[in-house]
């Protein structure tokens, strides 16, 4: 069974602010074999949630360099993964920039429609506008304005899901101990 939970937005914002600029080493850095975006980007959103998806080939993990997912380092892969995960992790849902917050990602395409790079949404300014933290040209607070593309897409994380173990003897034990109707 799966249950819905709040992102933490607030710590996957302390971890970008933490780690924008300098390497967490529980994580591979991946600057000069495809870029770390989307690998910093996953850090900061697992930061938020504490809940990978095991999944194997489809799921959004990473135990070290050579044990993870495609969707934890690669910018289509993220996409597909968070606005299609049914299942454990954090889910969201592509939005327009009206409806972005802090801990959300915006992933930015060349002319071509190829998307090549994810940023985390680290603030909004009145005079920059959206603001990013960012490994490979590692930055935070950073005008999304700065950089150079020909469009961009937003995913708003919507929570994150969790697997729990439902128990019949666990709601048994408490319901004929007068202790809760489910557990």
Known sequence: MLVERRYNRANALEYARRWAFERNPLFYNYTGQGGDCTNFVSQCLL?????????????????????????????????????GNSGVGPFGVEVGTDSLEI???VQLA?????????????????????LVAAHSDDAFD???SS???ASA????????????EFRSDACFDALINGEAIIT
């Open 47 to 83: 930061a938020g949630s504490c809940q990978m998806n095991f999944t194997p080939v489809f799921g959004w993990f990473y135990l070290d360099s050579e044990t993870r997912t495609a969707s934890w380092t690669g910018v289509e892969f993220f996409y597909n993964f968070i606005v």
């Open 103 to 105: 801990g959300d990602a």
């Open 110 to 130: 060349n002319a071509d429609g190829d998307y090549y790079h994810t940023l985390f949404i680290s603030g909004v300014s009145p005079t920059d506008g959206i």
């Open 142 to 144: 950073r005008p999304l």
């Open 147 to 149: 950089y150079n593309f």
């Open 153 to 164: 897409r937003f995913i708003h994380i919507l929570g994150v899901r969790f697997e729990i």
